[in-house]
């Protein structure tokens, strides 16, 4: 079935950079984009930018930009999400997404299983 | 970027319930209005897409409507296993984003 599974938890301190993945199958990995969005503790969901898996172009949120980097390993139909100079309100659940599109409105499924990122010194 | 606000916050119900959400656009969005549920500790699932889609097994008591800038989400008779928080999304402008989610809570 179609699933999206993400790598594991992380700590990182205040400065480094953290890099998740997100590894699909069952369904043609370059015929959709991704998506990545995450959470806070106890808040809501925030969009952190997309992918094409097609053509590899990438638009971030302006929130992230300069700091976030999306890459796509069609050979291994993997998602990867690099943010950089990470702070302590960079802790979070970062969920993968596959990005759904038909007669131009866009959806978000399925998810990935999220990986919690936690900043601390 | 376009500000999507959800009424109420949190709502307490009991099971049998009839639920009605509502999600209210900053600016007209057409039909690009998706509802997502999401229980803790779990990440969200998609129910319903443009407007009144509803997702491949999501069951019937979920309905969707609305146009322009307001939208609803009705859950029929609401289950058990539907105690968990919704989110509305906008994706007709970029960025896409979401309500402040609506927390279901047993009464």
């Known amino acids: 079935q179609v699933q999206l599974v993400q790598s594991g938890a992380e700590v990182k301190k205040p400065g480094a950079s953290v890099k998740v993945s997100c590894k699909s199958s069952g369904y043609t990995f370059s015929n959709y984009g991704f998506t990545w969005v995450r959470q806070a503790p106890g808040q809501g969901l925030e969009w952190m930018g997309w992918i094409s898996a097609y053509t590899g172009h990438a638009n971030y949120a302006q929130k992230f930009q300069g700091r976030v980097s999306m890459a796509t390993d069609t050979s291994t139909s993997t998602v990867y999400m690099e943010l950089r100079t990470l702070r302590s309100d960079d802790t979070a659940v970062y969920y993968c997404?596959?990005?759904?599109?038909?007669?131009?409105?866009?959806?978000?499924?399925?998810w990935g299983q999220g990986t919690l990122v936690t900043v601390s010194s | 970027d376009i500000q999507m606000t959800q009424s109420p916050s949190s709502l307490s119900a009991s099971v049998g319930d009839r639920l009605t959400i509502t999600c209210r656009a900053s600016?007209?969005?057409?039909?690009?209005l998706n509802w997502y549920q999401q229980k803790p500790g779990k990440a969200p699932n998609l129910l319903i897409y443009s407007v009144s889609n509803l997702q491949s097994e999501v069951p019937l008591r979920f309905s969707g409507s609305g146009s322009g800038t307001d939208f609803t989400l009705t859950i029929s008779s609401l289950q058990a296993e539907d105690f968990a928080t919704y989110y509305c999304q906008q994706t007709y402008n970029t960025p896409p984003t979401f309500g402040q989610g609506t927390k279901v809570e047993i009464k």
């Open positions: 600016q007209s969005i057409n039909n690009n």
């Open positions: 997404a596959r990005v759904m599109s038909v007669s131009g409105v866009n959806w978000f499924d399925p």
